[in-house]
């Protein structure tokens, strides 16, 4: 059953999750780009024992491991990603989006081979790296929108103004039955509009052109 508290608590997990992949990348950009940091007077011996003891770990075994490992997470947060329907939003669109992200996440390691300065190198890669993450997660999010309206069925026509009505005949000695005719999914079905008892009082409620 959906309700606020579920949907407050799978936020909350959604936000950890991506936030474990900023760390995991941030500690990536740590431990490859250490000398950038050095020269810009950013590290210390208690970051120094704290990258000593990750580094046992074996995160940092492969240089692409702590790269997929924030890439992993990032794509579990995206799965409850929720948003305002945009119909100008499409797969190609999406998918665009991913692929680009995924060639600057993955190929930013050429950066690093440029012969100029640590902390240019470092700026370079991280800048490029960051790029491509956040491309990543606007496809991404995109992709999951599109899947999840697509999934979850619009009970709305192409135009974005009507719903299932009423369809039945409501009648009794006193009541007044309009036939009515609308579109969903698009098809014209027939309903009618039943006022039961004419004696009390009545609102008649609808937006321009209704």
Same mark, same amino acid.
């Given at each position: 059953? @959906?309700?606020?508290?579920?949907? @407050? !608590?799978? &936020?909350?997990?959604? +936000?950890?999750? &991506?936030?474990?992949?900023?760390?995991?990348?941030?500690?990536?950009?740590? *431990?490859?780009?250490?000398? !950038?940091?050095?020269?810009?007077?950013?590290? =210390?011996?208690?970051?120094? $024992?704290?990258?000593?003891?990750?580094? $046992?770990?074996?995160?940092? =075994?492969?240089?692409? #491991? !702590?790269?997929?490992? !924030?890439?992993? %997470?990032?794509?579990?947060?995206?799965?409850?990603? #929720?948003?305002?329907?945009? *119909?100008?939003?499409?797969?190609?669109?999406?998918?665009?989006?991913?692929?680009?992200?995924? %060639?600057?996440?993955?190929?930013?390691?050429?950066?690093?081979?440029?012969?100029?300065?640590?902390?240019?190198?470092?700026?370079?890669?991280?800048?490029?790296?960051?790029?491509?993450?956040?491309?990543?997660?606007?496809?991404?999010?995109?992709?999951?929108?599109?899947?999840? +309206?697509?999934?979850?069925?619009?009970?709305?026509?192409?135009? @974005? *103004?009507?719903?299932? @009505?009423?369809? &039945?005949?409501?009648?009794?000695? /006193?009541?007044?039955?309009?036939?009515? &005719?609308?579109?969903? #999914?698009?098809?014209?079905?027939? =309903?009618?509009?039943? /006022?039961?008892?004419? %004696?009390?009082?009545?609102?008649?409620?609808?937006?321009?052109?209704?």
């Amino acid at each position: 059953m @959906q309700t606020g508290e579920n949907d @407050q !608590a799978m &936020r909350k997990i959604l +936000d950890m999750t &991506r936030l474990i992949s900023m760390v995991v990348l941030g500690l990536h950009f740590y *431990e490859v780009c250490y000398g !950038a940091f050095a020269g810009w007077h950013l590290v =210390s011996p208690l970051t120094d $024992r704290l990258l000593g003891n990750i580094v $046992r770990t074996g995160l940092f =075994s492969n240089f692409y #491991k !702590a790269k997929l490992i !924030a890439l992993g %997470f990032l794509a579990i947060a995206l799965i409850g990603v #929720k948003g305002k329907k945009d *119909e100008k939003q499409h797969y190609k669109t999406a998918l665009l989006y991913l692929v680009i992200g995924l %060639f600057f996440f993955l190929t930013s390691y050429f950066v690093l081979l440029v012969p100029v300065k640590m902390q240019v190198v470092g700026s370079l890669y991280m800048g490029v790296t960051g790029l491509g993450y956040l491309l990543f997660l606007s496809g991404g999010t995109m992709l999951s929108r599109i899947i999840r +309206d697509k999934l979850g069925g619009d009970i709305f026509n192409r135009d @974005q *103004e009507t719903f299932p @009505q009423e369809e &039945r005949l409501i009648e009794n000695e /006193y009541s007044v039955n309009l036939p009515a &005719r609308y579109l969903l #999914k698009g098809k014209v079905r027939n =309903s009618y509009i039943n /006022y039961i008892n004419m %004696f009390r009082a009545l609102l008649v409620l609808g937006s321009p052109g209704s």
